[in-house]
């Protein structure tokens, strides 16, 4: 069949203008399956219908956004969306969910057994230089940097419960430190929202985490609160 010697780009045109598309979006899938760029675009755009569609073909949801390539479906996305090809790279289709807050995407890729643990390599809100909602201290680097601390770090709460119900550790060992809670990453956020202290009730209620917990660098999350002005929070885990 023609359709199986053409080259992806010109393969995703044909299957969005022929009349045989039926024929040739399977091929179109098929040779995703490992590589899973259709389903981090479908993430990256919020499109669930894509995502469905990728994952019925048995494309992977643990994929992790390439360093570079070249993908059929960055021609049907919009340019504004087209920076994520820069800020996403190393980044798996949920910490994207979690970067944008889109909790339904999280529970598809998470109901198709997306890992929930993966590390991405950097996380850009912890590394902005000026102040923001964002965690901060002068280590950012020490961020674990899981699907969960993102959804976190972008106070997208109702994604990082999703992510818990899937099974995300409350406690990760990352690259750069160790014994590392959300109830850490929560007592970094700064100026925290009733939402903030509303998930922590939400952690500590429901996941029992651990309010003793000493990190690598001998700090519970009390400590990690009171040192970075947090007292809201730091009123709860008293």
């Known amino acids: 069949m023609i359709g199986e010697h053409l080259e992806p780009v010109d393969l995703n045109a044909a299957s969005r203008t022929s009349y045989h598309r039926a024929l040739l979006e399977p091929i179109l899938y098929t040779r995703d399956a490992v590589r899973g ?4 675009w479908a993430a990256a755009r919020g499109d669930q219908g894509a995502l469905r569609k990728a994952i019925g073909y048995s494309v992977s949801v643990d994929s992790h956004w390439p360093r570079k390539w070249r993908s059929p479906w960055k021609t049907t996305c919009h340019p504004k ?5 820069e800020k996403l790279k190393g980044h798996t289709a949920l910490h994207i969910a979690a970067v944008f807050g889109r909790t339904d995407v999280a529970a598809t890729l ?8 993966e590390l991405a390599p950097i996380c850009w809100r912890c ?3 000026e102040d923001t909602d964002a965690l901060h201290d002068v280590t950012p680097r020490t961020a674990t940097r899981t699907p969960l601390h993102f959804a976190v770090c972008y106070t997208n709460y109702d994604v990082a419960k999703e992510l818990l119900r899937y099974g995300a550790r409350i406690e990760v060992d990352g690259p750069n430190i160790r014994h590392w809670s959300v109830l850490h990453d929560l007592s970094r956020i700064r100026l925290p ?10 952690i500590m209620n429901k996941c029992h985490a651990d ?3 000493v990190d690598s660098h001998n700090k519970t999350p009390l400590a990690t609160a009171c040192e970075a002005g947090q007292f809201r929070l730091a009123r709860k885990l008293l």
């Open 37 to 40: 760029l259709s389903v981090l």
């Open 81 to 85: 969306w087209r920076f994520f090809d």
């Open 110 to 117: 998470l109901g198709a057994g997306a890992a929930t643990n």
């Open 127 to 129: 590394n902005l230089e």
């Open 193 to 202: 929202s009733h939402a903030t202290t509303d998930f922590a009730d939400w």
């Open 211 to 213: 309010l003793e917990l």
